[in-house]
């Protein structure tokens, strides 16, 4: 089948991030059950509200600076934004030679107000914000569509805003869960696993 567009997730795949170590950073200010709290396969109903936009970063800080009373504002920050760690900037080049051979490039990412300042700058620094987002016709954050994958109705709602196809469009994610979502909307979804990269597992799209 001849595709037309790919959307990539951010976290994991793009850009490296560590999972674990906000629980090791909350679990030093005294938040030993933070695991059980937010973790890459499931998380409260707190974490899906600052990912959907429906409460502002503060009053995020605020609830759970409850498990931390003697801990900082700055100290939480640290911890909550200890999860990013750097661009991928080895895979960026795979998404030009995409644009390249005609598909259309999307970012879909489960994100929230404080991170997205956090990466965002990072990436500025390091690689350049305005070259990234140059590769991606549109990246969308979930904050802002107040939606999050891995519910089918968000796919779709990305593919009915830039009149994509499902059945062709190409989506990969490093969570399992959100790539099965994509397969009940209907997209040609991938699971990327560790010590994988995009173009090993999406290269046959250069061969269309």
Known sequence: MKYDAVIFDFGGVLFEIDYDAPVREFSKLGFAEFKEAYSQANQEE???LLETGKIPGVAFYDWISRFMPSASREELEFAWNSILLHLLPERMPFIHA???KGYKTYILSNTNEL???VFENMIEESYGWEKFASAFDTIHYSQDLHMRKPHPETFLHVCEL???DPQRTVFI???I???NGALQAGLQAFHLKPHETPQQ???FLLQE
């Open 46 to 48: 707190i974490f899906d």
């Open 98 to 100: 995409l644009r390249e």
């Open 115 to 117: 991170h997205a300042r």
């Open 162 to 164: 830039h009149n994509l």
């Open 173 to 175: 994610d490093d969570s």
């Open 177 to 179: 869960q959100h790539v």
């Open 201 to 203: 597992v999406l290269g």
